[in-house]
């Protein structure tokens, strides 16, 4: 599976933005897709928001705070990321991910392989 992520930019706080993963293969095995981000180089990459394959479950980040919304199209090729009034500290690379969860939590099982996109910047500006 390949995951390529487009949507990304620089916007106003109080702005908009909506994030797209391209999702091509197949995720057979990985039961979730979920949308990270990263502050800096340095830090760690953050769950903001993931949906089980089947749609029916969704997990959101507590500093989402209601501002996100994860979608996936019923083909399950497209993961998106609607992101409403951003603020400054939103600023940072968000990655589309597809894994496998552990057991009941939204943990990555690092027993499955885990593939992630390339990246999309968000820059907010204050």
């Known amino acids: 599976v390949q995951l390529a992520e487009s949507g990304g930019g620089l916007v106003q706080a109080g702005g908009s933005l909506r994030l797209s993963c391209a999702v091509s293969?197949?995720?057979?095995?990985?039961?979730?897709m979920g949308w990270y981000r990263q502050v800096s180089a340095g830090s760690k990459r953050e769950l903001v928001a993931?949906?089980?394959?089947?749609?029916?479950?969704?997990h959101y980040a507590d500093f989402v705070k209601g501002r996100f919304t994860i979608s996936r199209d019923n083909a399950g090729s497209t993961l998106n990321l609607q992101l409403n009034n951003l603020g400054v500290e939103d600023t940072a690379e968000y990655y589309c991910?597809?894994?496998?969860?552990?057991?009941?939590?939204?943990?990555?099982?690092?027993?499955?392989?885990?593939?992630w996109g390339q990246g999309t910047l968000v820059t907010v500006s204050s």
């Open positions: 293969g197949s995720t057979l095995r990985l039961n979730t």
């Open positions: 991910k597809a894994f496998r969860r552990y057991g009941n939590t939204w943990s990555t099982d690092t027993r499955f392989p885990e593939v």
């Open positions: 993931a949906v089980a394959t089947n749609g029916r479950l969704t």
